[in-house]
């Protein structure tokens, strides 16, 4: 989504799009559109679901409106800085995430984080402070007071919420943990994974994880604890790619080749007598072409406006445009070593609210993976705005690297202007699962329910993380294979 005027466009060339014509269907009898699925947006969901229905024998057709694939994924390269423009690193959370970057062959360049990067900061006072990672880390850590240490023993024995009930994730935080570790911990992390504020955000929509250990374990620290028993120890690692995440769209399109039609602006769907009707605007022209199922991998606002035709009901996507995506910026700044007093041992540090700061928080880019800055140099990226400061997102270039050079310097020490920057506006960034969500997952659901062959995911429904949308876009193809092959169409 962000212009990248380095970014490989590899084997899909815009001459393609001209080439391009329905598959020779060998099927007489069946009609055209017989296993042809449309799958509209090239962002992470979508090309995880084409990929997985093409080896499941299906033919899917990737309509993508920009001329770049990977929707949120995609970085500069210049230099010898990079930026990665919007997700910086993939958590492998699941089985299922990791048995799919083996599959489509990334297994073996795979880069974890750098050991350094345990280590997170938050900041208190002021001041850099590193985020308790053991027992005994906590009871010794300047982060928080003793009387928040204390209270955090007792509960084990506060009684979990009705499993029905909406709570905010501060209020879930507060009546679990106690205020200081909202403050010190729950709300920088919202901050720096959806940009977003704890007081909106549902716990159930928002950390279903966190949700579930209190449901199951009737505690936090008892669930923590089964679980670890369970893994024996936390295996879930932080990696990217040598060439950053970038490597993971191209490897999920590259055999589905011409089948990925860039630039390719999806207009409108319709349920007809031959199937589903794809309307689409490619180069000033528009085309349509009709196909067995559907999946729409698309960003909410763009599905609440997105004409359904022949649905009853369809116009309740209408309330999608409902769902908030706060603005974030991200700013990266390049420095020489020496200009920065900070070791930088660690992940990054996140700002809570309350320290009254004008960044959300920084990574320390070239720390957590090799390729980020030429030697002798180290590269940060700082998220700017969100549900908490908006407004500054709006800011222009010059406005916004004097914001962050300024919380840099005094967080940081970073002393004097960066040598290298870099500015990418996420206007819609991340849709917040706010309370009352599950109005908006309960029209799509009805949505779908009387659409038989359209199915819909992505970060708006299944969650906002990569390994998330990975996940959705198995559970798409394997909706739209079942439902192609059941009815036969
Ligand atoms: C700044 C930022 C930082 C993030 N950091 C992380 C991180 O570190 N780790 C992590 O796991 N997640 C992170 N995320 C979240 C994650 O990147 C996204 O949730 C995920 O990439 C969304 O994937 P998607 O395929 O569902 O949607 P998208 O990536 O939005 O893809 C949707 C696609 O649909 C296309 N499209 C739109 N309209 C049309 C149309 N009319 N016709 C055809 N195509 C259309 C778009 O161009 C886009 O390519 C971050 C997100 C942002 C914005």
């Known amino acids: ?15 393609d799009f001209c080439l391009l014509s329905t598959p020779p269907n060998l099927l007489s009898s069946r009609p055209p559109s017989a296993g042809r699925i449309a799958v509209l947006g090239a962002g992470i969901t979508g090309l995880t679901a084409a990929w997985r229905l093409q080896r499941a024998g299906f033919a899917p057709i990737v309509f993508e409106r920009s001329t770049q694939l990977g929707g949120a994924i995609g970085a500069i390269t210049r230099e010898g800085w990079r930026h990665e423009l919007g997700p910086n690193s993939l958590l492998e959370g699941s089985a299922e995430v990791a048995a799919l970057i083996d599959d489509v062959g990334l297994g073996g360049r795979r880069i974890y984080a750098a050991p350094a990067a345990k280590q997170r900061y938050i900041v208190r006072g002021g001041r850099l402070v590193a985020m308790p990672g053991s027992p005994w880390a906590f009871i010794g850590t300047s982060l928080f007071s003793w009387r928040a240490k204390l209270a955090l023993l007792g509960e084990p024995w506060r009684r979990p919420s009705p499993a029905d009930a909406e709570e905010s994730v501060a209020d879930f935080v507060v009546r679990r943990l106690g205020r200081e570790f909202l403050d010190y911990a729950i709300n920088p992390l919202v901050g720096g994974v959806y940009a977003g504020d704890p007081m909106l955000l549902s716990v159930r929509q928002a950390f279903p994880k966190l949700h579930a250990l209190e449901q199951t374990h009737g505690s936090l620290l008892r669930g923590t604890w089964a679980r ?63 196909f067995a199922a559907v999946v729409v991998a698309l960003p909410a606002g763009v599905i609440a406006a997105l004409p359904v035709e022949n649905i009853p009901g369809a116009e309740r996507l209408a309330a999608l445009s409902e769902i908030e995506h706060p603005p974030v910026v991200s700013v990266f700044t390049g420095y020489m070593r020496a200009q920065v007093r900070h070791p930088l041992d660690g992940f990054g540090v996140l700002v809570p609210q309350v320290e009254r700061r004008q960044i959300l928080g920084t990574l320390f880019s070239s720390t957590l993976f090799p390729g980020r800055a030429p030697a002798g140099h180290v590269a940060l990226t700082t998220f700017v705005g969100g549900t908490r400061d908006p407004q500054l997102a709006g800011l222009d270039d010059p406005a916004l690297l004097r914001v962050v050079q300024g919380e840099l310097a005094s967080l940081l020490g970073a002393s004097g202007a960066p040598v290298f920057t870099h500015v990418q506006r996420w206007p819609r960034a991340i849709p917040q699962y706010t309370l009352g969500y599950q109005r908006f ?26 390994a998330n949308c990975m996940e959705a876009g198995r559970r798409l193809a394997d909706a739209a294979a079942k439902y192609v092959a059941r009815e036969g169409v």
Request: glycine content about 18%; aromatic content about 8%; some cysteine.
């Open 1 to 15: 989504m962000g212009s990248n005027p380095t970014r490989p466009t590899t084997f899909i060339q815009p001459k």
């Open 228 to 290: 670890r028993k369970i893994r024996g120890g936390p295996k879930e690692r932080i990696f990217s790619f040598p060439d950053g995440l970038e490597d993971l769209p191209f490897a999920l399109a590259r055999p589905l080749g011409a089948a990925v039609r860039l630039g390719h602006r999806v207009l409108g769907v319709a349920r007809g007598e031959e199937g589903w009707r794809v309307e689409f605007e490619r180069g000033g022209g528009r085309g349509g072409e009709t």
């Open 441 to 466: 997952k309960d029209v799509v659901t009805a949505v779908e329910a009387s659409a038989p062959g359209f199915f819909i995911g992505g970060n708006c429904r299944d969650g906002i993380s990569l």
